[in-house]
């Protein structure tokens, strides 16, 4: 069976560091991963995505320049490296993998999800 495990959520001072990691089972090395989050009375938000065909990735804007989203192929794992956290940024993060199409930060457009791992950035 196809499974998403995210790992690496915590808290953290603003200004600070985490990296997140999805565990990716039973897919290709080519297929489309993302990273979204959603906080408490928000909708789901696309933060990263990493699209077959596209050799560079895709970011919100509110977190460009700040987010990393990267692959390894061979262990099938997906990363979010997050530097200069705000205490915006609090929220749980998902892994998902698989577009349907269309724009990519539309949770409906992906296919496979995670669990989800908190996220909380303290001012």
């Known amino acids: 069976q196809v499974q998403l495990v995210e790992s690496g959520g915590g808290s953290v001072q603003a200004g600070g560091s985490l990296r997140l990691s999805c565990a990716v089972s039973?897919?290709?090395?080519?297929?489309?991963r993302a990273w979204f989050r959603q906080a408490p009375g928000k909708e789901r938000e696309g933060v990263a995505a990493?699209?077959?065909?596209?050799?560079?990735?895709l970011y919100a804007h509110s977190v460009e320049g700040r987010f990393t989203i990267s692959l390894d192929n061979a262990k099938n794992m997906v990363y979010l490296q997050m530097n200069s956290l705000k205490p915006e940024d609090t929220a749980v993060f998902f892994c998902?993998?698989?577009?349907?199409?269309?724009?990519?930060?539309?949770?409906?457009?992906?296919?496979?999800w995670g669990q989800g791992t908190q996220v909380t950035v303290s001012s």
């Open positions: 990493f699209l077959t065909g596209h050799s560079t990735p």
């Open positions: 039973e897919l290709t090395a080519t297929s489309s």
């Open positions: 998902a993998a698989v577009n349907y199409g269309g724009v990519w930060n539309a949770e409906g457009n992906w296919h496979f």
